[in-house]
């Protein structure tokens, strides 16, 4: 499965500046994997030392926020667009 | 005057740059993440590059001399400015066009203490409907404008739930922005012509404001919002200093004491801490007497992600899909619940939440007892007030300020319905005799 990962600014330094990256996996967990192997340092930035996702980071598969569906265990459909966002953004 | 670092985060890390400041800053001294320590320096960031937790900002706050300070802010502007010197501004902030929002009243409500069980002295309103935009967000977006002015940014944006969308077109009007603001799409009406009126771009997005959120989120990192200053994005760590004012505002109003008790209406959670924030500044500055004081966080039940986590004693806030009246508290995923979670159960506050029904009833009991006509955020606050002094968590004999942030008129619709014209009778005296109404 072929996935379009967009990347925020604040990871860009892992991407050679590019706000967009294909990566492969059936599952967000898998597309993680794939995006460290070819952005080393990148996971790091995104899961906890438990392999969680931070919590302050937000990601959504296509329109829908993986904390409503099942986090990584996220199924990932060829060409759906993975959004990673910072959680900390908006609201008074 | 000795300056020292104050600083509310945790012990600081590694620093990174991300850039110079192009102007005075004030007594602030750089960015630092709340949740790893890491350093930055001041710019327009908002989200820590270690583990995107969210950047704030740190001070070089005037301690030393209470006293001196005390006197100076005593005699500066009836505004936010003046408390300038505890503030990311610089120190003329006040001589550039804005909206110098704030000093807003204090209101002791007496009649609304006695209705709610509250011994009279004790319960306070502060009525930040009396801002330039009639909600506190004109305290926060004052901020923003400030550090946007300091990036270089041309245009003032946000994601809002309404009432800060008035505050950036306004504030923007002011001082020569351009302004652009993101709304759902299905916001009340009055707060859509509130934010329309002053002439800047208002763009609905079909979805809720999570979904508003999101987008603004993306369109920050493109190249078609470069350029722009996001008040509560990119410009957040500044903007979320406006509500330290709240804080400050209420102690010196009380007479330079803390309240014991607060309850603060939660949405993204941001200015409940902020004034938690700002009461702790305070105390090491030595302009109140250091004591307890308790935090009590307000949310509508059809969206209360903190309130639900507070009552299951979790750290992690589940999001939810709101479905309340109270629109400008309706984030489902709100960025510093862990933290309003962390205030909360320091302070021995709770966070306790009412449903829509109990939020129009708040609303008549406000207007009726103290003749202060909320919005449904100011709802959800007197009726959690009600609800915690009725569950004994409020202590009715110490001092208890209830955060009013909006006004009523921007949120008609909630009580339009039972809130009518008694009668409707013929220009005579008999026909008013006949409605029984002449008391």
Same mark, same amino acid.
């Given at each position: ?16 500046? +590019? ?17 460290? +192997? +070819? ?12 392999? +969680? ?40 | ?439």
């Amino acid at each position: 499965m072929s996935v379009n990962v967009r990347i925020p600014t604040i990871l860009r330094t892992y991407t050679g500046g +590019k706000a967009e990256v294909a990566a492969e996996g059936g599952t967000l967990g898998e597309v993680i994997a794939d995006l460290e +192997k +070819k952005h080393t340092g990148i996971a790091a930035r995104v899961l906890d030392d438990q392999g +969680k996702l931070r919590r302050f980071v937000n990601v959504y598969v296509n329109d829908d926020d993986v904390r409503f569906e099942q986090g990584l265990a996220t199924a990932t459909p060829d060409g759906a667009g993975v959004s990673i966002i910072p959680a900390v953004a908006g609201g008074c | 005057m000795a300056v020292q670092t104050v600083e509310t985060s945790p012990a600081t890390g590694a620093t990174a740059a991300t850039g110079t400041p192009a102007v005075d800053f004030g007594p602030a001294s750089g960015l630092s993440c709340r949740e790893c320590g890491t350093r930055f320096e001041l710019g327009p960031i908002f989200a820590c590059a270690e583990c995107f937790g969210p950047l704030e900002v740190a001070y070089d706050l005037p301690l030393g001399d209470p006293e001196a300070l005390r006197k100076k802010i005593e005699s500066g502007p009836a505004n936010i400015w003046r408390y300038a010197p505890l503030l990311p501004v610089p120190a003329d902030v006040a001589d550039k066009p804005n909206l110098n929002p704030g000093w807003t009243k204090l209101v002791k409500a007496d009649n609304l203490a006695r209705e709610i069980g509250v011994e009279p002295g004790k319960l306070f309103v502060k009525d930040d409907s009396g801002n330039p935009t009639h909600s506190f967000k004109d305290r926060v977006v004052a901020q923003a404008l400030e550090a946007a002015r300091a990036f270089g940014f041309t245009t003032l944006s946000c994601s809002s739930t309404g009432n800060l969308a008035g505050a950036v077109g306004a504030a923007a009007a002011r001082a020569g922005f351009r302004s652009c603001v993101f709304i759902p799409h299905d916001l009340e009406q009055g707060k859509v012509v509130m934010a329309a009126v002053y002439g800047g771009e208002l763009v609905g997005i079909e979805g809720n404001y999570d979904d508003v959120n999101r987008f603004c989120s993306e369109l920050i990192g493109d190249p078609l919002g470069e350029g722009w200053g996001f008040v509560n994005v990119n410009l957040r760590p500044y903007y979320g200093e406006g509500s330290k004012t709240l804080a400050y505002e209420i102690c010196e109003q009380l007479g330079w004491v803390l309240p014991d008790q607060l309850v603060i209406p939660i949405a993204s959670g941001s200015q409940l801490t902020k004034i938690d924030k700002g009461l702790k500044e305070l105390i090491a500055l030595g302009l109140v007497e250091d004591k307890p004081y308790k935090i009590f966080g307000a949310q509508a039940e059809g969206c209360s992600p903190v309130s639900a986590a507070f009552k299951a004693g979790q750290d992690v806030v589940r999001p939810q899909k709101p479905n309340t009246i109270a629109k400008s508290l309706a984030i489902g995923n709100p960025a510093d619940g862990p933290y309003v979670l962390d205030i909360a159960r320091r302070t021995g506050g709770a966070v306790e939440d009412v449903d829509d029904q109990q939020v129009v009833d708040a609303i008549k009991l406000l207007a009726r007892t103290e003749g202060i006509f909320a919005e449904t955020a100011g709802g959800v606050t007197v009726g959690v007030t009600r609800k915690l002094v009725e569950a004994g968590l409020i202590d009715p004999a110490l001092t208890t300020v209830v955060l009013n942030t909006g006004d009523g008129l921007k949120t008609l619709d909630a009580v339009a319905e039972t809130s009518q014209a008694s009668a409707t009778i013929k220009p005579s005296l008999e026909a008013f005799r006949s409605a029984g109404l002449a008391g």
